[in-house]
C-alpha cells in the first residue's frame, strides 16, 4: 500500500505539472487494484491503522472533558466508556426528557454538545469512540457497517438504520459524530443491558424500540475493537 500511494502522489505532482502520464487506474492495477475505488477505500483503511491511534479508558463522567481533549489536540484514540450507573447524554437534537422519571431513576445528565440525539443507558452498557484525522476519508457508515459485520458474524440479525443499528429490528445502538477543522469523531453507543422501560418513562413514545445485546459480552466487543484498530 505504501508503494501504492507513493505512485498516486507522483501521478498527482506530474498532472500538476502537465506532465503526461498514464490513467491512474492503469498504474494501480500494477499494485493490485481493479478499481480506483477499490484502492481508495484500502487506502483510507490502511491510514486508520496507521496513525498510531492508542486507547484510552475512561468512567462516564469523564468522557466529554476526554473527548473534547483528544479533539483539541488531534490524538489518535480509541475511547472506551465504561457505565456502572444510569445515564442520559444529551445531544444537540432538543429533546424533552421526563424529569421525574430522571429523579425516579437517579439518572445522570451529561450534556454532550455533539451531532445527534439523547442516549440513555445503564450500568454494563459500552461506548466507544474513534478520533483520527480527516485526512482519512472514512465516516460513520464505515463504523456503522464495520460493527454489522462484527454482529452478524455471531449471528445476530444486524442493520444500519441512519444512524444507528437495529437487531430483531430494536435499536442496540445509537452514533453520533464530532468534527473539528482537521479532526474527526465518531462516537457510539451500545447497550448490553434492558433498559426500555426506564427509557420508555425517560424519553417518551420512540419509533424505534429499545433493544440490547445479549448473543455476546461488552467485553468481547472490546476485543473485536482492540483486534481491529490497535
Known amino acids: 500500500m505504501e508503494n501504492a500511494i507513493k505512485v498516486e502522489n507522483l ?25 480506483l475505488e477499490d484502492y481508495y477505500k484500502q487506502k483510507a483503511e490502511w491510514q486508520l491503522l496507521h496513525c498510531e491511534i492508542k486507547e484510552v479508558d475512561k468512567s462516564a463522567e469523564e468522557a466529554f472533558p476526554t473527548i473534547n481533549t483528544l479533539m483539541q489536540y488531534e490524538i489518535p484514540s480509541l475511547l472506551l466508556v465504561y457505565h456502572d450507573y444510569p445515564f ?3 445531544g444537540s437534537k432538543d429533546y424533552d426528557l421526563n424529569q421525574e422519571a430522571v429523579e425516579k431513576y437517579n439518572i445522570q445528565v451529561y450534556e454532550g454538545g455533539y451531532i445527534g440525539g ?8 459500552l461506548s466507544f469512540g474513534v478520533f483520527y484525522p480527516k485526512t482519512i476519508d472514512l465516516r460513520s457508515d464505515y463504523f456503522l457497517d464495520k460493527l454489522v459485520e462484527i454482529f452478524r458474524a455471531e449471528g445476530m440479525n444486524a442493520e444500519k438504520n441512519h444512524n444507528d443499528i437495529l437487531i430483531d429490528g430494536k435499536k442496540v445502538i445509537g452514533s453520533a459524530t464530532l468534527e473539528g477543522s482537521t479532526f474527526f469523531g465518531f462516537v457510539v453507543f451500545i447497550s448490553f443491558s434492558d433498559q426500555s422501560k426506564m427509557i420508555k418513562e425517560v424519553c417518551g413514545v420512540n419509533p424505534k424500540e429499545p433493544g440490547y ?3 455476546m459480552t461488552a467485553e468481547d466487543l472490546e476485543d473485536k475493537l482492540r483486534k481491529w484498530l490497535l
Open 11 to 35: 501521478y498527482i505532482q506530474n498532472r500538476l505539472n502537465n506532465i503526461e502520464t498514464e490513467p491512474l487506474i492503469d498504474i494501480l492495477k500494477g499494485y493490485g487494484f481493479d478499481t
Open 88 to 90: 442520559i447524554w444529551h
Open 213 to 215: 445485546i445479549t448473543k
Open 118 to 125: 439523547t442516549i440513555v443507558g445503564g450500568k454494563g452498557d
